[in-house]
């Protein structure tokens, strides 16, 4: 009935380009790379009856239930709560067999990080949870090992956890952050959105970034916004002074009023200074000859 259901969902997704969100559930998105302007609509009827039933639902603010179980990489039974309560968390919604988009999701997340100077396991964790009840816990470790060739970087600090689980668990964890997806049974496949949830450490659903690729800055300010500001450099909150968070397609944008109201007080902050600098100089100059 649901035939090629992830070539329709990849198809989306490209023609989409980062939100692809928006593409699959039949709405708004942004279309080419970083900084591209382009707006673009699909109404919902004119994609495939399967793909209109595909998206993410932003659930900003919502509690994920911390105490579904799972088994990690290793094959140890654990609870969304062992990863809770330090750190902000980076999911992943995906599943391993997946034949084109997980990958590229996953490729995209270890290249990112990559990039950054917060690392997972120290500033952060990185939770991948598969959609697919019927996957392994082998399956599990050869996405860890294709996901961390991308990143490239010492992982003995952990911070990365692949996990499978029950179907009850997983439709919990889905439903909590509005992540909808259609099975083709027949051909044991999944057509989902492409795109990476951040929480809080408290578990709350704090930012959505969509697609398969993700700006390195975008992925830096929605850790340090879920973190509560807590971890970053001085120059990360001036940039998220100058950004904000656009969840209508899942991306920061440059905060005009902010950088106007800040090139305002950089001007008056100026002008004082000449003026003081001035009235100095005049103070020192000597007075006209023959003065007394």
């Known amino acids: 009935m649901i035939r090629s259901l992830s070539l329709l969902t990849f198809s ?8 692809a969100v928006h593409a699959v559930a039949g709405g708004t998105w942004t279309g080419g790379g970083p900084g591209t302007q382009q707006s673009h609509t699909v109404p919902a009827s004119q994609m495939p009856a399967p793909l209109q039933r595909v998206g993410y639902d932003q659930r900003l603010g919502n509690q994920v239930p911390l105490g579904l179980a799972f088994h990690d990489q290793t094959g140890k039974p654990v609870h969304l709560s062992d990863f809770f309560g330090r750190r902000p968390v980076l999911l992943v919604l995906a599943y391993y067999h997946c034949p084109m988009l997980c990958d590229m999701v996953l490729s995209g997340v270890g290249g990112n990080l990559r990039t950054l100077t917060l690392k997972p396991g120290e500033q952060f964790d990185v939770v991948v949870a598969s959609i697919d009840p019927k996957e392994t816990t082998e399956q599990a470790r050869a996405a860890e090992r294709r996901t961390l060739d991308h990143y490239g970087k010492d992982t003995s600090g952990t911070g990365w956890h692949f996990l499978t689980g029950p179907q009850e668990s ?12 259609v099975h083709d049974a027949e051909r044991n496949q999944y057509a989902h959105a492409a795109g990476i949830v951040f929480l809080t450490p408290e578990g709350r659903v704090s930012r959505y970034l969509y697609g398969i690729e993700f700006s390195p800055r975008d992925v830096r300010l929605a850790l340090i ?3 509560d500001h807590k971890i970053g450099s001085l120059a990360d909150q001036v940039l998220l002074y100058c950004f904000h968070y656009d969840p209508k397609v899942g ?29 100095r100089r005049e103070t020192h100059e000597p007075g006209p000859l023959g003065a007394a």
């Open 170 to 181: 997983i439709d919990a964890l889905t439903e909590s952050v509005g992540f909808r997806y």
């Open 251 to 279: 991306r920061y944008g440059a905060a005009v009023l902010n950088i106007v109201r800040g090139g305002a007080i950089l001007t008056v902050c100026g002008i004082v200074l000449m003026i003081l600098l001035l009235r």
């Open 12 to 19: 989306a997704v490209l023609l989409a380009g980062s939100p």
């Open 225 to 227: 916004e879920s973190a």
